[in-house]
């Protein structure tokens, strides 16, 4: 008997701080999302006041500001390579990947530019959040829509640079889905130089219609080389939506986000 209480014992052992492990981090992703909910809950409100000052750019700074905040509650680590291929004070139109709403928080703590971001219409149902979205000028639209092209243009004349997702949906299977041509299209009208970026990680932090999120992780965001405004109207849409997607794929299995 004492043989048996001692294998119990030593098999509980070493279950029981797994266990007590999981529990732990379970309970700090909750409060993590609780304290990242209620922060844009208070700060939606403020956004969307002050969504008129200097054509939008002091909500961006409030934005640029609650992205951060969120990163270091939630303790993600987010690693940027290829900045080095963007010139400061110069627009761009930035194309992407998309796995979750961490892309965007990711894309707006870390990129240096002042950013309007296409997404679909869905996001200004979001309580609180949608609404200064809104506010803020965000491109919330079908891209395939004429109006959100001249809406990205209208931010592009206002000196902004401007973020689509060209998948239309977020995935989180570890792949980079069939790019829709609205993007191209958009950066060919625009003239503003195409920049292919990987973002990789955040699915597995915030999946779709996940409640709890997962702390403490990491994300990639990987910057391709830009492709000039004189090269984009001699490849035309087609041709750009192919090289584009090509370009994000070779990013992203270039990427591979640390994950404990």
């Not at 889905?177 to 597995?204: E, K, Q, S, T, Y």
């Amino acid at each position: 008997m004492s043989e048996i209480r001692e294998d119990t014992n030593a098999r509980s052992g070493r279950l029981g701080p797994p266990i007590a492990k999981r529990i732990l981090y379970r309970l700090w992703g909750l409060g993590a999302t609780i304290v990242c909910a209620t922060f844009a809950i208070v700060m939606s409100p403020v956004g969307a006041l002050i969504a008129n000052i200097d054509e939008g750019r002091a909500a961006n700074r409030l934005g640029i500001f609650g992205a951060r905040f969120i990163l270091r509650t939630t303790a993600t680590r987010v690693r940027l390579t290829g900045l080095h291929h963007l010139q400061p004070g110069t627009q761009y139109v930035f194309v992407a990947n998309h796995q979750s709403v961490m892309d965007i928080i990711a894309l707006a703590a870390s990129l240096p530019y002042q950013l309007r971001f296409v997404a679909k219409l869905q996001v200004s149902r979001i309580p609180f959040f949608g609404f200064a979205v809104r506010r803020s000028r965000h491109i919330l639209i079908n891209l395939e829509n004429g109006r959100a092209i001249r809406r990205a243009l209208v931010a592009g004349r206002l000196g902004f640079s401007i973020v689509v997702f060209p998948e239309g949906h977020r995935f989180v299977d570890g792949a980079v889905h069939r790019f829709r041509p609205g993007a191209a299209w958009l950066a060919i009208r625009a003239g503003l130089p195409c920049v292919p970026i990987a973002v990789n990680g955040g699915g597995d932090i915030l999946p779709p219609r996940a409640r709890i999120g997962h702390p403490g992780r990491s994300m990639t965001i990987s910057i391709g080389s830009p492709i000039e405004p004189d090269e984009l109207a001699r490849m035309g849409r087609r041709a750009l939506t192919e090289r584009l997607e090509h370009d994000v794929r070779r990013l992203f299995a270039g990427s591979s986000p640390a994950s404990p």
